[in-house]
């Protein structure tokens, strides 16, 4: 119990220097806070270093290895450093050293530590030779195959397809009948485990014994009296399936998948739908025909749910799979009667995932048969009452659009465009607004001028700010799709309409419209139109609207010309820059030291000196040696005639001396070849 330090530990080693580091990690790992502990053992690779390879090897890892009982997250972390150690025990020639503490990691309580020092033992067994593969590695597998507990049995699972290619045919052997033994263990964890590797283990094993050791034990795992080993079984048949001639399958594989393909567990059912695009690669096209499309009808039919949910998802990929000279036969006369019945089904998930898919269907079926039987599931869906039914529907339009133009769901598809604009769920208005760019393009200018420009104005003032955030984005990519034209004609004058909006949220939406709409129209709408709105508003009554009117005339500095930056933008950020609200002249300083940076510094004195802000010292600091870079001797002279405004006239003067002085030694310093120290010592 007890994890405090062991009396002394430290001061033992402090008459030896090179035990100190060990001494620190012995007793942090025994502290009582769980984080020193943590930290202590995510530094292992440091300590590693400082005691060396030989001392890493007899001290380092004993310890380590006899003292495994902390707490999950350090055990874990343990785990993946150990995994990383091989250069830091001597190399490849002492790598089995790192064997025994990761041996005890995989037969602890907790599945994430087991699987990291798994993934570990995985990582180093590439780096043993194999002599030492048979004389370290396997017998450890061997060990964990034969624990006691299910812990270690289940971690041995993972560990055979890795030493497997490179031991004798003796050692062979003995694995493949450990392999046997732990699928028919009697503990459901341990078939589990193996029924998630035996796909694994098939691939490094010869042909002869896939045929004659994994096959069976596949049957059996796919008939397990629990469904969370035959559920796992279907994945490995899959695997199974790529490695089998295709004269083979018929016979060895596809019984044990069609009785998977009815299993009385949803779950089972469900793990052969979702494999389903797999699976039909893996068995190919004759199979396909006579095994698997009947399949699929059942699962597009299934009584659960989650099944028909599953299948629904793999109906555009299993569709585009099929023969090329029997495709379109088989989509018109089994497939598409399922999908039509699914278009109804009473499961908003199901429709959910089928209209997530089935415009893809279009391209596969051409023009004439997706106007016939699709173009009627289509407008179906977009009447559909779950939001999400409609909202998948709207966001594969670009497939439709390929194949038999947008136009002919135009008049449904505004309907299902409006309801989701005016949905309760912010996030639904949110998606509808992603997808606007895209609709405005297929649908053309003028469709969307009538029918959905009010839509986006409509975002612009929604009472959720990420909205109106993802509708001033919609409209800089609607103003690259449309031009800038459109944008003067249509959108311009409507969002500077909104600057006098008695809502302080809608003004300031204007000038985040003006932010993102500048760089898109150009120079001439910027200045001509958008400008003057900016300027008017920097007299706003909300602190807000006014700093944000200076972080505007910032971000569209870069498109204004230099005589409008002089003119107006100028003088409007000095008049910021000494506003009463902090923030308004934290921002307005900002902006001026990106577009005016010698009149910033000026103003960042100006700003902090409430004495200071009388025309006459801002004509006489103009002057100043700051201006030339002397700005500590310019600090000095403000912080001695801070609270004397009348000093000024004396700064000026003292100014003008300066600058006097300094220009006469430039002038004496490079018009004479003769040297003054004098000069240089001034300079």
Same mark, same amino acid.
């Given at each position: 119990?007890?994890?405090?330090?062991?009396?002394?530990?430290?001061?033992?080693?402090?008459?030896?220097?090179?035990?100190?580091?060990?001494?620190?990690?012995?007793?942090?790992?025994?502290?009582?806070?769980?984080?020193?502990?943590?930290?202590?053992?995510?530094?292992?690779?440091?300590?590693?270093?400082?005691?060396?390879?030989? /001392?890493? /090897?007899?001290?380092?890892?004993?310890?380590?290895?006899?003292?495994?009982?902390?707490?999950?997250?350090?055990?874990?972390?343990?785990?993946?450093?150990?995994?990383?150690?091989?250069?830091?025990?001597?190399?490849?020639?002492?790598?089995?050293?790192?064997?025994?503490?990761?041996?005890?990691?995989?037969?602890?309580?907790?599945?994430?530590?087991?699987?990291?020092?798994?993934?570990?033992?995985?990582?180093?067994?590439?780096?043993?030779?194999?002599?030492?593969?048979?004389?370290?590695?396997?017998?450890?597998?061997?060990?964990?195959?034969?624990?006691?507990?299910?812990?270690?049995?289940?971690?041995?699972?993972?560990? =055979?397809?890795?030493?497997?290619? /490179?031991?004798?045919?003796?050692?062979?052997?003995?694995?493949?009948?450990?392999?046997?033994?732990?699928?028919?263990?009697?503990?459901?964890?341990?078939?589990?485990?193996?029924?998630?590797?035996?796909?694994?283990?098939?691939?490094?094993?010869?042909?002869?014994?896939?045929?004659?050791?994994?096959?069976?034990?596949?049957?059996?795992?796919?008939?397990?009296?629990?469904?969370?080993?035959?559920?796992?079984?279907?994945?490995?048949?899959?695997?199974?399936?790529?490695?089998?001639?295709?004269?083979?399958?018929?016979?060895?594989?596809?019984?044990?998948?069609?009785?998977?393909?009815?299993?009385?567990?949803?779950?089972?059912?469900? *793990?052969?739908?979702?494999?389903?695009?797999?699976?039909?690669?893996?068995?190919?096209?004759?199979?396909?025909?006579?095994?698997?499309?009947?399949?699929?009808?059942?699962?597009?039919?299934?009584?659960?749910?989650?099944?028909?949910?599953?299948?629904?998802?793999?109906?555009?990929?299993? +569709?585009?799979?099929?023969?090329?000279?029997?495709?379109?036969?088989?989509?018109?006369?089994?497939?598409?009667?399922?999908?039509?019945?699914?278009?109804?089904?009473?499961?908003?998930?199901?429709?959910?995932?089928?209209?997530?898919?089935? *415009?893809?269907?279009?391209?596969?079926?051409?023009?004439?048969?997706?106007?016939?039987?699709?173009?009627?599931?289509?407008?179906?869906?977009?009447?559909?009452?779950?939001?999400?039914?409609?909202?998948?529907?709207?966001?594969?339009?670009?497939?439709?659009?390929?194949?038999?133009?947008?136009?002919?769901?135009?008049?449904?598809?505004?309907?299902?465009?409006?309801?989701? &604009?005016?949905?309760?769920?912010? /996030?639904?208005?949110?998606?509808?607004?992603?997808? $606007?760019?895209?609709?405005?393009?297929?649908?053309?200018?003028?469709?969307?001028?009538?029918?959905?420009?009010?839509?986006?104005?409509?975002?612009?003032?929604?009472?959720?700010?990420?909205?109106?955030?993802?509708?001033? +984005?919609?409209? *800089?990519?609607?103003?690259?799709? =449309?031009? &800038?034209?459109?944008?003067?004609?249509?959108?311009?004058?409507?969002?500077?309409?909104?600057?006098?909006?008695?809502?302080?949220?809608?003004? $300031?939406?204007?000038?985040?419209?003006?932010?993102?709409?500048?760089?898109?129209?150009?120079?001439?709408?910027?200045?001509?139109?958008?400008?003057?709105?900016?300027?008017?508003?920097?007299?706003?009554?909300?602190?807000?609207?006014?700093?944000?009117?200076?972080?505007?005339?910032?971000?569209?500095?870069?498109?204004?010309?230099?005589?409008?930056?002089?003119?107006?933008?100028?003088?409007?950020?000095?008049?910021? &820059?000494?506003?009463?609200?902090?923030?308004?002249?934290?921002?307005?300083?900002?902006?001026?030291?990106?577009?005016?940076?010698?009149?910033?510094?000026?103003?960042?004195?100006?700003?902090?000196?409430?004495?200071?802000?009388?025309?006459?010292?801002?004509?006489?600091?103009?002057?100043?040696?700051?201006?030339?870079?002397?700005?500590?001797?310019?600090?000095?002279?403000?912080?001695?005639?801070?609270?004397?405004?009348? $000093?000024?006239?004396?700064?000026?003067?003292?100014?003008?001396?300066?600058?006097?002085?300094?220009?006469?030694?430039?002038?004496?310093?490079?018009?004479?070849?003769?040297?003054?120290?004098?000069?240089? *010592?001034?300079?």
């Amino acid at each position: 119990g007890n994890r405090a330090a062991q009396p002394g530990t430290t001061q033992r080693a402090e008459g030896d220097d090179s035990l100190y580091p060990i001494a620190v990690l012995i007793d942090e790992l025994r502290n009582e806070d769980v984080q020193l502990r943590l930290n202590s053992i995510k530094k292992l690779s440091t300590i590693a270093l400082a005691l060396g390879v030989e /001392r890493t /090897r007899t001290e380092l890892l004993p310890f380590l290895t006899d003292t495994i009982y902390d707490e999950d997250e350090v055990l874990l972390a343990l785990a993946e450093q150990l995994g990383s150690f091989t250069v830091l025990v001597g190399g490849p020639e002492f790598v089995h050293c790192l064997l025994p503490p990761l041996e005890s990691l995989a037969t602890v309580e907790e599945t994430v530590v087991r699987d990291k020092a798994v993934e570990s033992l995985q990582k180093i067994s590439q780096e043993h030779s194999p002599v030492d593969l048979e004389v370290h590695f396997v017998p450890l597998v061997k060990r964990l195959a034969s624990g006691d507990w299910f812990t270690s049995r289940t971690s041995a699972c993972g560990l =055979f397809s890795v030493c497997y290619p /490179r031991v004798s045919s003796t050692v062979k052997a003995e694995i493949r009948q450990h392999f046997r033994t732990l699928c028919s263990d009697d503990t459901p964890m341990v078939r589990r485990a193996a029924s998630s590797k035996l796909g694994e283990f098939a691939k490094v094993l010869e042909l002869d014994y896939v045929k004659s050791d994994i096959i069976p034990l596949f049957t059996a795992l796919a008939s397990d009296e629990q469904d969370s080993v035959r559920l796992l079984a279907v994945e490995a048949g899959v695997s199974i399936a790529t490695l089998l001639p295709q004269e083979d399958l018929e016979d060895l594989v596809m019984p044990t998948l069609r009785q998977a393909a009815e299993d009385k567990s949803w779950r089972v059912r469900y *793990m052969v739908a979702d494999k389903f695009s797999e699976l039909q690669k893996a068995v190919g096209p004759e199979i396909t025909k006579n095994d698997l499309v009947p399949a699929f009808q059942n699962l597009l039919k299934d009584c659960e749910a989650e099944v028909r949910t599953a299948a629904a998802n793999k109906v555009k990929v299993f +569709c585009e799979s099929l023969p090329e000279d029997s495709r379109e036969t088989i989509i018109m006369t089994h497939i598409l009667p399922c999908v039509k019945e699914l278009v109804s089904d009473t499961n908003q998930h199901v429709k959910s995932a089928l209209a997530s898919v089935i *415009m893809g269907l279009s391209t596969i079926l051409g023009k004439d048969n997706t106007v016939e039987h699709l173009l009627p599931l289509f407008l179906v869906q977009l009447k559909d009452e779950y939001p999400e039914v409609r909202l998948n529907i709207i966001s594969n339009l670009d497939c439709v659009n390929e194949v038999i133009g947008i136009r002919q769901l135009s008049q449904s598809l505004l309907p299902a465009i409006v309801e989701l &604009a005016e949905d309760a769920k912010w /996030r639904v208005r949110l998606a509808i607004i992603e997808y $606007m760019p895209l609709l405005a393009g297929q649908l053309g200018v003028e469709f969307f001028d009538e029918k959905l420009n009010s839509l986006c104005m409509a975002w612009l003032i929604d009472h959720v700010y990420a909205i109106r955030e993802a509708a001033t +984005c919609n409209l *800089m990519k609607l103003v690259e799709k =449309f031009g &800038a034209e459109w944008a003067q004609n249509t959108i311009v004058p409507k969002v500077l309409g909104m600057a006098n909006d008695s809502n302080y949220l809608h003004r $300031m939406t204007t000038l985040f419209c003006i932010n993102a709409l500048s760089e898109v129209c150009g120079q001439e709408i910027t200045t001509k139109h958008m400008l003057p709105v900016v300027l008017k508003m920097s007299t706003d009554q909300v602190a807000n609207v006014r700093f944000n009117v200076a972080r505007c005339l910032q971000k569209i500095g870069p498109v204004l010309d230099s005589s409008a930056l002089q003119a107006d933008v100028k003088p409007v950020l000095e008049k910021l &820059a000494t506003d009463q609200d902090m923030d308004v002249k934290y921002f307005a300083l900002e902006a001026i030291s990106g577009m005016y940076p010698f009149i910033s510094l000026t103003f960042q004195h100006i700003s902090s000196q409430k004495h200071f802000n009388s025309p006459l010292y801002c004509f006489f600091f103009s002057f100043s040696p700051c201006c030339l870079g002397y700005r500590r001797l310019h600090c000095v002279i403000v912080k001695f005639f801070k609270h004397y405004l009348w $000093m000024s006239c004396i700064y000026f003067i003292y100014s003008c001396i300066y600058l006097f002085i300094w220009s006469t030694c430039t002038f004496l310093k490079g018009s004479s070849d003769a040297h003054f120290p004098q000069v240089d *010592m001034i300079l």
